[in-house]
């Protein structure tokens, strides 16, 4: 019996022991790629709370967080390419190494943005680690170091992601049933 919440889920793209399992996997590369260094995580809020908490569970090397909010979609499901920052950074980013941790990456427009303005408060170095990445919507490049999942043009829902605030709490990545998809997607 599917829950209320489980309705809204066209079909499962990623399944939980994938996405734990490549979570993981990328704790141990980063790990290993700054041993012997300290990092600053930078969670995008809110939609990598859930994979920025899995993910520190993974690194093994000291580090501390901070969060972000950003917004360029308003009530759109497509970027405006307008970004506004909500909630800047508590901590100073000046001489550490900063992983910026991002839930997907569509357009490129938001992350280029958040880069660009982190670039410019002199990190020691910068990176950005996204759970999804979506080539197909690319509208610019942005270097994203470490990737979960390479992902089809489809809107997704659940760990983390959202419709409308709904389907965050999903353990799993889903794709929006076509039935509550806005006109235009």
Do not use: W
Not at 6 to 22: F, K, P
Not at 26 to 51: C, H
Not at 56 to 84: H, K, L, N, W
Not at 130 to 141: D, N, Q, S, V, Y
Request: net charge negative.
């Amino acid at each position: 019996m599917r829950t209320e919440l489980e309705r809204g889920v066209g079909e499962i793209l990623i399944d939980e022991e994938r996405l734990q399992a490549r979570i993981h996997e990328l704790g141990a590369e980063i790990s290993s790629d700054y041993a012997g260094r300290e990092l600053l995580l930078v969670g995008v809020l809110k939609g990598a709370v859930f994979f920025m908490a899995d993910l520190m569970r993974s690194i093994t090397v000291p580090c501390e967080i901070d969060f972000m909010a950003i917004s360029s979609y308003g009530a759109s499901t497509d970027s405006s390419g307008v970004v506004r920052i909500l909630k800047d950074l508590d901590i100073n980013i000046e001489n550490r190494h900063v992983v910026v941790v991002e839930d997907i990456v569509d357009s490129g427009l938001t992350l280029s943005y958040l880069v660009r303005n982190l670039e410019s408060r002199g990190p020691a170095s910068l990176e950005v680690c996204a759970l999804l990445t979506k080539p197909g919507r690319r509208e610019i490049e942005v270097d994203v170091g470490y990737v979960g999942f390479e992902i089809p043009n489809k809107f997704v829902i659940g760990y983390g992601l959202d419709f409308a605030e709904r389907y965050r709490n999903l353990p799993y990545v889903g794709v929006l049933h076509e039935d509550l998809l806005p006109e235009g997607v």
